[in-house]
Each structure stands twice: as structure tokens, then as C-alpha cells.
């Protein structure tokens, strides 16, 4: 796999998970991801911990892990088949995080329209809608429990998706899953 094919599965990866800097220290949990959108999906798995955050993603073939260090302001990109990863820094604030909403409160508003269950979890549904219409319009379901969004919708002028959690269970996570193994060489 290309270097550039790595960057723009990195670019496919942020816009699907996010930099999750909204997780409180209290959220450890693993679950599955259900994307819906017009592209083809691809099954996808997600471990939480803090403001870390690893996703695992299997699509033709290839599997590979993105881990978005917010303690760090990194995010690594693994190549499992091929022991290699790359860096780059992450940017701390996106739409799939708890506190959206007070990175963009200049440009948007925002309205709380009730609560509903996702994947068996008491949730606060907000709608974020900004300003500038172009820019399009985001909801978020909360876990009260977890303070992390486990359903997002986001509709743009060019795109409409939905990512929900499934399949939660909440667990202690071994560090291992948020380093980069030893035996991985970073490609440049």
C-alpha cells in the first residue's frame, strides 16, 4: 500500500471518527461501527480509553488500525500486514466529540431536541446548525453514561452520513492497544 493510498484512507478515517477530545476519563469501552452514507461501507471496530481513542478497519483485504493520541496530538496510521505506520498530528476538536459544540459555538447553534436510547444507552440528541448553511448541519446522540456520541448525522452540501455505535461493552483496555508495537517501522 502507497504511502499516498495511507494518507487518503487517514483523511476517510478523521472524517469517520474524529478526534475524539470530548471522551471523559471515565469512558473505556470497545464497540463495532455502522456507517451509512452512499459510498460503500467497510466493518470497522472501535476501542475507547480516556481521549484515546484506536480504530480498527478491514476493507478489501487490508487491515489496519488508527490510533488518535490527543494527549499527544498525534495520530498513527498501522499497516498490521505490513508492520509500518505513519504520523501525523491531529487536530483536537471535531464533530464526533462531546464538546463540538464549544469549538464552533462563534459559527453555530445549538438545540437540544430530547433524549433517545442508542445501543441500549440513555442519550441527549442535539442538533448543531450553523450560520453559514453551506457548512451544513450535525446530530448527536450522548451517552449520558459515557459522554461520547454513539449516533452522529451529518448532512453537508456535498454528502450526508450517519456513523452509530454498536455492540458496546464496556471494559478495562490493555495499554497495548493505544502504542505503536516495537517491531513497526514509521514510514515517512
Known sequence: MTLSHIKKIAVAVVL????????????????????????????????????????????????????????????WILQIQDKTYIETDVHPTAWLSADYFDTVKDVAAKKLLGTEKVSGYECEKYLIYFKDTNRG????????????????????????YTIVYTNIVEKNLPDRLFDIPANYSRLQ
Not at 57 to 67: L, T
Not at 137 to 160: D, G, I, M, Y
Request: with cysteine; proline share 4%; charged share 25%.
Open 137 to 160: 448541519k450535525v446530530t448527536q446522540w450522548v451517552s449520558k453514561k459515557l459522554n461520547f456520541p454513539l449516533k452522529v448525522r451529518v448532512w453537508t452540501p456535498r454528502a450526508e
Open 16 to 75: 469517520g471518527i474524529g478526534a475524539l477530545s470530548g471522551v471523559c476519563s471515565a469512558a473505556q469501552f470497545s464497540a463495532d461501527i455502522v456507517e451509512k452514507s452512499g459510498a460503500p461501507g467497510f466493518a470497522s471496530h472501535v476501542f475507547v480509553r480516556d481521549n484515546i481513542v484506536r480504530r480498527e478497519i478491514r476493507r478489501a483485504g487490508d487491515f489496519e488500525a488508527v490510533i488518535y493520541r490527543l494527549d499527544k496530538g498525534l495520530m
